[in-house]
T-cell receptor, first 116, second 113 residues
């Protein structure tokens, strides 16, 4: 079974600064995907960024980037130039590639507050 | 292009009743998954449907069931409601099974009193 751990229940950052959210996971699978989802107060889960395990290059989406360390089973999210609209719950998630079980396994989440 | 639509947005039910939640996926998407979100347990997978067939099921009692129609719309049903069933129920749709990207609806907030 896969597990995803987010060790920071809450974090805060000043507007325009950079913040890093941590995520570790445990799996015996070799092919999988990792995701960061954002859930603002509106409740809708929004995909922020994804990483294929077979890719060594870290994924980047505008102000969002990841540090994927496969051997260490670590997948952190860096948010640069933080904006007030980044305030939300952030969930790290894991999904096996291939096979027949396509469920997402989520961490408990990190509540990020961006302060003006 | 319309997103994933879940109805109703809010629901209050009494213990022992049953409830049906609806999810309309993005047009053209054939895979629908359901998740339960609670403060204590976080996000937990309920089940996944593809082409009207349940493909995967999470670790939930038989009171939780679902189905998918030929137009890919999905419903989930919870019978004999318990207080612990109070949660945000999220639906996610994907074009195919195993697609890397799942699009979520805004959820249905179920309160059992």
């Amino acid at each position: 079974a896969q597990t995803v751990t987010q060790s920071q229940p809450e974090m805060s950052v000043q507007e325009a600064e950079t913040v890093t959210l941590s995520c570790t996971y445990d799996t015996s699978e070799n092919n999988y995907y990792l995701f960061w989802y954002k859930q603002p107060p509106s409740r809708q889960m929004i995909l922020v960024i994804r990483q294929e395990a077979y890719k060594q290059q870290n994924a980047t989406e505008n102000r969002f980037s990841v540090n994927f360390q496969k051997a260490a089973k670590s997948f952190s999210l860096k948010i640069s130039d933080s904006q007030l609209g980044d305030t939300a719950m952030y969930f790290c998630a894991f999904k096996i590639s291939g096979g027949s079980n396509y469920k997402l396994t989520f961490g408990k989440g990190t509540l990020l507050t961006v302060n003006p | 292009k319309a997103g994933v639509t879940q109805t109703p947005r809010y629901l209050i039910k009494t213990r022992g009743q049953q409830v049906t939640l609806s999810c309309s996926p993005i047009s053209g998407h054939r895979s629908v998954s359901w998740y339960q979100q609670t403060p204590g347990q976080g996000l937990q997978f309920l089940f996944e449907y593809f082409s009207e067939t349940q493909r995967n099921k999470g670790n939930f009692p038989g009171r939780f069931s679902g189905r998918q129609f030929s137009n890919s719309r999905s419903e989930m049903n919870v019978s004999t409601l318990e207080l612990g069933d109070s949660a945000l129920y999220l639906c996610a749709s994907s074009f195919q099974q195993g697609n890397t990207e799942a699009f979520f609806g805004q959820g249905t907030r179920l309160t059992v009193v």
